[in-house]
């Protein structure tokens, strides 16, 4: 049973930063795509940050381009979203998300993963 688990959640002022984790547990290996998507109230999902299964790529939206940075650690199989310069327009339930297959590559849509987290709020206050 693979599951994600999502921490580092919390509130801060505009302007703050926070680091979110992701662990991942119910796999043999770490091999697998990763991405971050967030849903505000009233809000579809959307895509925040992708990274693919051996680091060496990332994509973000463009609303988070040049203050978030997603990374990972697969000896620890957990991925990470750094973020900066939070914005108010930024608070939401942040989820992390992760395909079937292996080497699959990153997708910045919902329909490319098949496991999410039970996600973890980040509050941004103005």
């Known amino acids: 049973q693979v599951q994600l688990v999502e921490s580092g959640g919390g509130l801060v002022p505009a302007g703050g930063s926070l680091r979110l984790s992701c662990a991942a547990s119910?796999?043999?290996?770490?091999?697998?795509?990763m991405g971050w998507f967030r849903q505000a109230p009233g809000k579809e999902r959307e895509f925040v940050a992708a990274i693919s299964w051996s680091g060496g790529s990332t994509y973000y939206a463009d609303s988070v381009k040049g203050r978030f940075t997603i990374s990972r650690d697969n000896a620890k199989n957990t991925v990470y979203l750094q973020m900066n310069s939070l914005k108010p327009e930024d608070t939401a339930v942040y989820y992390c998300?992760?395909?079937?297959?292996?080497?699959?590559?990153?997708?910045?849509?919902?329909?490319?993963?098949?496991?999410w987290g039970q996600g973890t709020q980040v509050t941004v206050s103005s």
């Open positions: 119910g796999r043999t290996s770490s091999n697998y795509a």
């Open positions: 998300a992760s395909p079937f297959n292996p080497f699959s590559p990153a997708i910045m849509t919902r329909k490319g993963y098949d496991y």
